[in-house]
């Protein structure tokens, strides 16, 4: 018998749903061991438990913690995400969220604002990603931005560094993304969706990443300025891993040590290989203020990480592209 049957109808309280998502959170155990595999077969003489994690507040709490505001006014606030910082509370990050740090900061006001879960949130960058973000204060502020995300009426850049060098030098990569047809965890660059597709297919959402080549070194990497058209689930990572040119430092779509790397002198291509994160900074974010109308445009380094890992290779991010040092 399967574990994830086996558990649910010897415990009794747990539909089979709910004991299958616990056990791949890994909160199974065979003799004291524990296991993932809901389809796992049971055996005979083994201890099988389950421990289901505390139960979280229905609503994110409030959390103090250190903010880098760039803007703020009634309707909303303006910020520069450090990399680490989930934005929103989930499985496996209940609190130390962004959500939690902005009900600490903003008070009552924000509660509710697009939903109790996600208070404030229009969009959000991957926990690991860099960069500025805009937050609603005001309901009115957030069906305004989240109106303006979704016709793509704004601007927004990256700085990614990736390994190799793109071809051409600028471009648009226009490819739908969906789930990864094994690995659900990951996205992948599937069909399009379509209507009248076969039921359960894999079918993605219609995605377009805009690049330029900013420097390059040694032939070996390069650093790239990136604008979503799209704003698909790690849209940027995917478009330029299926490109051939993933992030550095990427966790999830870098499966294995770049060719590339070879150009580099070694101690550029130990640094790069270490970088323990995906090398990509949201630098500037554009767009009209909800209410007012006006226009703003705000912009952002990337982080120490970041610029010591370019600065190791001989380039500034903030300078213009023929300002920047390439590798011989």
Known sequence: MRLDRFLAERIGGLSRSRVKALIEQGHASRDGVVVTEPSHGVRAGALYAISPPSPVPAKPEAQAMDLDILYEDRDLIVLDKPAGLVVHPAPGNADGTLVNALLA??????????????????????????????????????QALSEAFAARDLDREYLALVWGVPNPAK????????????????????????RGGAAGATSGKHAITRYSTETTWFGATALLRCKLMTGRTHQIRVHLAHRGHPLVGDPVYLRRTP?????????LRES?????????????????????????????????????????????????????????
């Open 171 to 194: 471009d648009e990569i226009e490819a739908a993304i969906g789930r990864h047809a094994t690995d659900r965890k990951r996205m992948a660059v599937v069909e399009p969706r379509s």
């Open 259 to 267: 060719a590339a790397s070879k150009a580099l002198p070694e101690e």
């Open 272 to 328: 790069l290989l270490a970088f323990p994160r995906q090398a990509l900074h949201a630098t500037s974010l554009a767009f009209r203020h909800p209410v007012t109308g006006a226009a703003l445009t705000f912009r952002s380094d990337p982080p120490k990480d970041m610029q010591d890992l370019l600065a190791q290779l001989g380039g500034n991010p903030t300078s213009n592209a023929a300002d920047l040092i390439k590798g011989q």
């Open 105 to 142: 900061h903003a008070g009552e006001e924000l509660e509710g604002i697009g939903g109790e879960k996600r208070p404030g949130i229009v969009h959000r960058l991957d926990k690991d990603t860099s960069g500025i973000m805009v937050v609603a204060k005001t309901q009115p502020a957030h």
